[in-house]
């Protein structure tokens, strides 16, 4: 199915029922990468996945506004468009972790419990992995997407995540245009230092009033897993199996987490 929301055609995938789990995904990802994890939970939850604005199957209009403050106000209104008014479980990975924090600074009383995987959230003192620095420079951001291949995508996620297949790959790889590619270019460039030092205080204030899980895939080169401390949130779980793909290359153990966590 699909929604309009801030001229975005949203893809939503929607299955199962119970408590609403809506996920979000990071880069270049789409809705497919929570398939393992939402396959263990649909007999439990209702699941909702989408492709976040501008990826996979969602198609944004060009002057979709990726700032901090909006990126919570777009999760408002895919929310409203399902017809969700009750509080939800939110789990994000990657930058799907920048939507839902937003969303949490803003409405932490329309959250039950919140996940997040292999995300800095804006932390202050971050510094950015090599590709996020090349895509943040114009000119050069542009000419590193353009000149993307298939085997340099392919080692790029192969070395954030050694367990993810081929096909796993692949299937990231399809939705890679070149409108997914000027997406992820204005993603990355909509924040910068600025933003990360006041927003964390702000994190860690819903954070305080939602119950948190942080899960990290510990062989992630992209970032660092102590960050997983920075959340404010004592409940961590950590993979030592995964990457930074923890859903896509440990669904089983996610899934896990998960239901301890969602149903204690």
């Not at 789409?30 to 969602?58: H, K, M, N, T």
């Not at 209009?61 to 895919?78: I, K, T």
Request: positive net charge; hydrophobic residues 45%.
């Amino acid at each position: 199915m699909s929604l309009i929301v801030q001229g975005v055609d949203v893809f939503v995938s929607d299955t199962g029922q119970g408590e609403p789990i809506l996920f979000l995904h990071g880069n270049p990802d789409s809705a497919e990468v929570w398939s393992g994890v939402i396959a263990r939970l649909q007999d439990r939850f209702r699941c909702i996945a989408i492709d976040l604005p501008g990826f996979g199957r969602s198609k944004a209009p060009d002057d979709f506004d990726y700032s901090v403050e909006n990126l919570g106000r777009f999760v408002n209104g895919v929310l409203e468009g399902l017809g969700i008014d009750g509080p939800i479980h939110l789990v994000a990975h990657d930058f799907g972790g920048a939507f839902a924090t937003s969303f949490a600074i803003a409405h932490p009383d329309r959250i039950r419990r919140l996940v997040v995987i292999n995300h800095m959230f804006y932390i202050a003192d971050y510094k950015w992995h090599f590709w996020a620095r090349i895509w943040r420079t114009p000119l050069i951001g542009e000419l590193s997407m353009r000149t993307m291949t298939w085997p340099t995508f392919r080692w790029s996620l192969r070395l954030g995540s050694k367990r993810l297949s081929d096909e796993q790959i692949r299937h990231a790889w399809g939705f890679f245009t070149p409108t997914v590619r000027r997406n992820v270019l204005k993603l990355y460039r909509a924040v910068g230092p600025a933003e990360f030092k006041a927003w964390e205080p702000r994190m860690r204030v819903a954070t305080a009033k939602i119950p948190t899980l942080v899960m990290w895939g510990l062989h992630d080169p992209y970032i660092p897993a102590w960050i997983a401390q920075r959340f404010g949130t004592t409940q961590v779980a950590s993979f030592q199996e995964s990457g930074h793909w923890a859903p896509a290359e440990v669904p089983e153990l996610v899934s896990a987490e998960l239901l301890k966590f969602l149903r204690p």
